[in-house]
């Protein structure tokens, strides 16, 4: 199943937000601080963060930039959340790192693991880490970098229990991660109504380091200082036009600073041409058949797939899951209206919404008891979304040959 953990880490358990920065960054220091010999860049939002970041990396990559990545969570193998020159570090060098930090019990799990993408950045002379923060931003471990370069995605209304019951609270949560860089840029999806609450006064705005305006045959044309070059959107979705134009502001940024190289035209096609980031409006081969894979998970990613699906001709059956801190209702009337058929489960998972409240938000919708039943009972095309697990659970199926 997904989301199998080497043993030092399933000691620690996934862990939740700690309001601390003291035991991860005292690790630090007794390993030498390597963070201190690492440039980087790091992302914050709600969503899109993983994107964004993936762009980043293949653009850096392109500029012959040795650049790492570090994200979160993964789909399937944990070896996911570390990569070095576009690809996920080996297993053993993943235990290599993590036995180093076992002599660090108080650290948390995402503690534990970013740390342990710093070791592996070192140990691979990485030139360039781009970091994506984890839940909030005031107190996420990838602030132990000191990052020259930070990026804001957007403001969405996820995990409220920790952030903060309004998207002011919730923007002043993850702004803080923007407030120790050289150059804070926001994306075009962060709303202006919010910037004051981020707490980050001289943050840039994307547009005025990149301008994207559309292109032809659905691409952009992107200018940042030396003429419009016309690039492709690697990713599905209106949304990640959004994703891109930040990225390459952040590369830009990341040039105008010193820890990248200027942007070149040929280079950054070459590198948006090669991003893979699965599960993004992707398409992979599940049991024999050509499956829809979504990671929308809270009500603005949901948003985002349901105006992907009113574009559409084909019209997908659902199937769909999630956990119990979400807004189910909310994401059930947003989707319903523009699917087929629908199948719930329930994950497996403490914290899963529980069978009876998929059923009550998706009117009419089928039960299965597990997400392979649920694709059995569904006639193609098939969309599946409502969270990572489910995803991941399917993209493990389609590499197991299933």
Not at 3 to 21: F, M, T, V, W, Y
Not at 75 to 102: D, F, N, Q, Y
Not at 241 to 248: D, K, R, S, W, Y
Not at 251 to 263: F, K
């Amino acid at each position: 199943m997904p989301h199998l953990l080497p043993a030092q880490l399933r000691r620690r358990g996934p862990g939740r937000i700690h309001p601390s920065l003291d035991a991860v960054r005292a690790a630090a220091q007794a390993l030498g601080d390597p963070q201190r010999e690492l440039a980087s860049v790091r992302i914050a939002g709600s969503n899109g963060k993983g994107s964004t970041a993936a762009m980043l990396e293949a653009i850096l990559t392109a500029h012959e930039v040795r650049a790492g990545l570090y994200t979160s969570p993964h789909l399937v193998r944990v070896e996911e959340r570390i990569r070095v020159a576009g690809k996920p570090i080996s297993p053993t060098a993943m235990s290599a790192c993590l036995e180093r930090l076992e002599r660090f019990p108080e650290l948390t799990f995402f503690e534990t693991l970013t740390l342990a993408a710093v070791l592996a950045f070192r140990e691979a002379g990485t030139e360039v880490a781009v970091l994506e923060v984890g839940i909030g931003g005031r107190w996420d471990a990838t602030r132990i970098a000191t990052s020259a370069v930070a990026g804001l995605t957007n403001i969405g209304t996820d995990h409220r229990s920790w952030l903060g019951s309004t998207r002011e609270e919730i923007a002043a949560e993850k702004g803080a991660a923007l407030t120790d860089v050289t150059v804070a840029v926001l994306g075009p999806n962060v709303d202006e109504a919010i910037v004051p609450s981020l707490g980050v006064p001289g943050a840039i705005p994307a547009t005025e380091l990149v301008r994207l305006t559309a292109g032809e045959m659905g691409g952009v044309e992107a200018d940042w200082g030396d003429g419009a070059v016309p690039v492709e959107v690697p990713l599905a979705g209106a949304h990640q036009v959004a994703n891109l134009h930040l990225a390459l502001a952040l590369a830009r940024a990341a040039a105008d600073i010193g820890i990248a190289p200027p942007l070149d035209g040929p280079a950054v096609r070459r590198g948006l041409a090669g991003v893979c980031w699965p599960a993004r409006l992707s398409t992979h081969r599940v049991c024999g058949r050509e499956i829809l894979l979504d990671c929308a998970h809270n009500a603005e990613a949901v948003a985002a797939l349901a105006t992907y699906l009113e574009g559409r001709r084909r019209r997908f059956n659902l199937l769909f899951s999630c956990l119990d801190d979400k807004p189910v209702a909310q994401m059930a009337a947003r989707l319903q209206p523009l699917v087929g058929e629908v199948v719930v489960f329930e994950l497996d998972d403490e914290r899963a919404a529980p069978l009876e409240r998929l059923r009550a938000a998706f009117t009419g919708a089928r039960e299965a008891a597990s997400v392979l039943e649920g694709l059995e009972m569904l006639e193609d095309p098939v969309l599946a979304a409502g969270s990572l697990r489910v995803v991941g659970t399917l993209l493990e199926y389609g590499e197991r040959g299933g």
